[in-house]
Nanobody
Framework: QVQLVESGGGLVQAGGSLRLSCVAS????????MGWFRQAPGKERDFVAA???????YYANSVKGRFTISRDNAKNTVYLQMNDLKPEDTAVYFC?????????????????WGQGTQVAVSS
């Protein structure tokens, strides 16, 4: 069992930056693929970024070049650095984890989810 707690959301102006953190409880954090997803009001939850246990990294096209995912296994934490934020990045951001994934971009592949943290970007 893994519990995930996100933090770092907030309100920022367009062009600004935020860094989200997700702390995982339990052992063997380093063996999990970690993902970030987001859900805007009235829309489905979408893939943002993922990092595997071997540090393969995946990004949604909409965030490439602006967002950076990283992990610190010693701290059981995964980060999402978000730069050059746009109003369309406004959403609740969720952290997710799973032990073995064939497709890290697929929401259905993840077994464990955090409660989410709100990010709002004003124009």
């Amino acid at each position: 069992q893994v519990q995930l707690v996100e933090s770092g959301g907030g309100l920022v102006q367009a062009g600004g930056s935020l860094r989200l953190s997700c702390v995982a409880s339990g052992r063997a954090f380093s063996t999990y693929t970690m993902g970030w997803f987001r859900q805007a009001p009235g829309k489905e939850r979408d893939f943002v970024a993922a990092i595997t246990r071997t540090s393969w990294i995946y990004y949604a096209n909409s965030v490439k070049g602006r967002f950076t995912i990283s992990r610190d296994n010693a701290k059981n934490t995964v980060y999402l650095q978000m730069n050059d934020l746009k109003p369309e990045d406004t959403a609740v951001y969720f952290c997710a984890a799973d032990l073995s994934l064939a497709y890290p971009q697929r929401e259905s592949e993840y077994d464990y989810w955090g409660q989410g943290t709100q990010v709002a970007v004003s124009s």
